[in-house]
């Protein structure tokens, strides 16, 4: 076997295991450098990837792949928790966060979501499920002196749980019915089980992993543990674990379920109406929030449904949609998260109010978060514009114009709770409120994520030609 198509996985782990024997070994005044280690460990899983590029193969005795979805998967994450690092090192600093613990848990669970994004092994799916979950409990309870922090992870470790549970009921049936934990191998002999045992498995996939990305009805636990949770921490929830569960969805019902006979239209009709579902009570339910956590987190539902709309209109290019949508969201999010960080570092708690007069306060802070929240709605030339337009040709494609229409309708609804944070940036004055002093990391983060929504939106093609092949290895 190539160990060189595996060194990010490797490189993580390696550092992993550094970041303990630090947080181990160094004074609680020396512990500044560990978030330098870990974006160092990052950076170089990142450039670990050169040797996968290209591939399209499986290691580790057939159970791991290594081809274009995997490698844009294993990319994003990587890059999301490079990003957590830098919007993460001064907020650790100023609320006392147990710095070691912290990192060592961003990079297993990093490390987690890249197992469960590349491969088509149940096993394997369950395994990195469950390692960036346990890792993700921990970290949503860091604040300790926090009661909202300690609710957080106790809402996330029971609803989680039952999550990984009602996954795991639903990957023993398919073993059940196919002898294998294969997903490319069970395929055929789906075909031949029965239809109301394939459809029981299916449901259950699809609850357990509908809870870890927080669709509708499946949503109650992200409004309190974003709220609770470190805003750092909530700003990796609401990217990292979400794009991996999206991307055992993908692997699972793309290469199965959604191909078998005995489902056919009426699973892809039961998607699509979860998705419209899920985009309406998100986006509705946002317009009464106060706190921009609470606020984002109901809109992360409705980002979810979005999705959906790509898993429901099947392919081809409804899922290089999907795969283009979490890239884009992914920026933006960390983006807006990034600025509320940064409101929370001068002292303020995350409500609206604590924007007022951002703009006389920090221009650039309060221009970047206008551009994240023009691409969120879907304003040309950001990149969230562009991402929407393929969700919503998608839909079109596959005759679900009606879908493609509550997208439209529910991106205008959207306009409403993101305008409310813009407005009292710009049109509220900063008397009362203190100036901004932002360290080097969080600066950083804001400018590069404000860049990136605006020139991955210029050249967008570039990321739908990538995602594009993606998907036409991932449905060989």
Do not use: C
């Not at 100036?435 to 994520?449: E, F, G, M, N, Q």
């Amino acid at each position: 076997m190539d160990y060189m198509l595996i060194l990010p996985e490797i490189i993580l782990t390696i550092t992993g295991i550094v970041l303990i024997l630090l947080d181990l070994g160094l004074a609680e005044d020396r512990k500044g450098a560990v978030p330098a280690v870990a974006g160092i460990g990052f950076l170089a899983a990142l450039a670990g990837l050169g040797p996968s590029v290209g591939q399209n193969t499986q290691v580790l005795w057939q159970m791991y792949s290594i081809d274009s979805v995997s490698l844009f998967f294993r990319t994003l994450f990587l890059a999301v928790g490079f990003m957590a690092v830098l919007v993460s090192w001064e907020y650790a600093r100023r609320t006392k966060m147990a710095i070691g613990e912290f990192y060592h848990l961003l990079v297993f669970t990093t490390l987690g979501m890249m197992l469960m994004a590349s491969t088509h092994n149940l096993i394997v799916i369950y395994l990195g499920l469950e390692l960036s979950s346990i890792s993700s409990y921990v970290m949503a309870g860091m604040l300790q002196d926090e009661p909202r922090s300690g609710e957080a992870a106790l809402k996330y470790f029971l609803i989680g749980s039952v999550a990984s549970a009602i996954a795991l009921f639903g990957m023993s049936l398919v073993y059940g019915l196919t002898g294998t934990t294969d997903i490319v191998d069970a395929v055929g002999r789906l075909q031949l089980a029965p239809p109301a045992l394939v459809v029981t498995a299916g449901l259950f996939l699809l609850a357990g992993f509908g809870l870890k990305v927080g669709m509708v009805p499946f949503h109650m636990w992200i409004p309190d543990t974003y709220q609770g949770a470190p805003t750092p921490v909530t700003a990796f929830f609401s990217v990292g674990p979400k794009a991996a569960a999206m991307a055992a969805i993908l692997r699972i019902f793309v290469l199965s379920f959604l191909g078998l006979p005995a489902l056919g239209a009426g699973w892809r009709l039961m998607i699509a109406v979860l998705a419209a579902i899920s985009m309406t009570f998100g986006n509705v339910t946002a317009l009464l929030q106060t706190n921009v956590k609470r606020m984002l987190a109901y809109s992360s539902i409705a980002h979810v449904g979005y999705m959906l709309v790509g898993i429901a209109a099947l392919p081809p290019r409804d899922l290089s949609a999907v795969l283009t949508y979490l890239a884009a969201y992914a920026i933006m999010n960390l983006g807006i998260f990034a600025v509320v960080i940064l409101v929370e570092d001068q002292g303020q708690a995350p409500e609206i109010d604590a924007f007022r007069g951002l703009a006389y306060r920090a221009p650039w802070a309060a221009v970047a978060m206008a551009v994240f929240f023009l691409s969120l709605v879907g304003v040309p030339p950001t990149i969230g514009f562009f991402a929407k337009l393929q969700l919503f040709l998608a839909a079109v494609d596959a005759h679900m114009v009606w879908l493609g229409v509550i997208l439209g309708i529910n991106s205008a609804i959207s306009v409403g709770y993101y305008y409310s944070v813009v407005k009292v940036s710009f049109l509220r004055d900063a008397e009362g409120v203190p100036p901004v002093r932002a360290a080097w990391t969080i600066s950083a983060a804001v400018v590069l994520l404000a860049v990136g929504t605006l020139v991955a939106g210029i050249y967008s093609d570039t990321i739908l030609r990538w995602t594009a092949s993606g998907v036409t290895l991932l449905m060989r």
